[in-house]
């Protein structure tokens, strides 16, 4: 996850290069400079690929970590990424190319494009475009990165616990606990009713005495959604324990309060 933010980081650096010439090329007038100014944006495209390319692999990598292959966003952040990046290319390309080509010649004294024609390209609302359409390509990726939506693909059903049971409830959906916190009755067995929700994902539930993981009271078994499964846990003392699923510990855990 780390290298994948970094990834990020390094991909816009690089990218906004382009990004602030793109918006300059249309007040400057100078064919000369507007030739240096593409020179330089054209500079920035290795870092630009080396952090595209490490950022594919990392978000890969993660991918397979977080068991995420099964969910829609992933797929849909992905097919985003592709079609804006299509889009921008070859919109982008033909364009600079132009440009380039008629700053280059202006500045080698050609008189074949008037000063006017010349004003006339800068002032085009193509880069306009492509820059809109990578802002929001780059949005929608973000909000599916943090946010996860499920698209309708899986939706926890509510678990109906009987009135007087010592039994609770908890559902995994997209790789993350419902809850985070749960009580417990003290001094006496009692269940935990946990439905998988995630096709195709392993998950369980284990209770710990801390956060160090180290002393296990009760450890479920590891199942694949979708599916639900009924823990009986043995009687606990009163006080505050740890539970995860020992697939996903960093992000799925929580604390169980007996007493």
Known sequence: MF?????????????????????RLRRERDPAKVAGLLEL???????FYWSLGLLLASGTVAGFLGHWWGHVWIWAAIAILVLTSVAMLRMARPYYRRVGVVARSMAGGSQAVTEEQFVAILRSRRP?????????GL??????????PSFGQSVAPAVVIPSGSNAIAITAINSTFDKTALAAPASTSFSIIFDNE??????????????????????GDTFDG???????????????????CDVHPAQMN???TVG
Do not use: C, Q, W
């Open 41 to 47: 944006s054209g500079s920035s495209i290795r870092a």
């Open 139 to 148: 949005a929608a990726i973000l909000y599916l990165m943090m946010f996860k």
């Open 226 to 244: 979708k599916a639900a499964e009924t823990y009986h846990v043995p009687a606990l003392a009163p006080g505050k324990y740890f539970f995860r």
């Open 128 to 136: 306009i475009s492509v820059a809109v359409i990578g802002f929001v």
């Open 3 to 23: 290298l994948h933010v970094a990834a990020v980081f390094g991909f816009l650096t690089a990218h906004g290069v382009s990004v602030v010439i793109t918006f």
């Open 198 to 219: 995630d096709a195709g994902v392993p998950h369980n539930v284990a209770i710990y005495t801390d956060s160090s993981a180290t002393t296990p009271k009760f450890v």
């Open 254 to 256: 929580g604390t169980l």
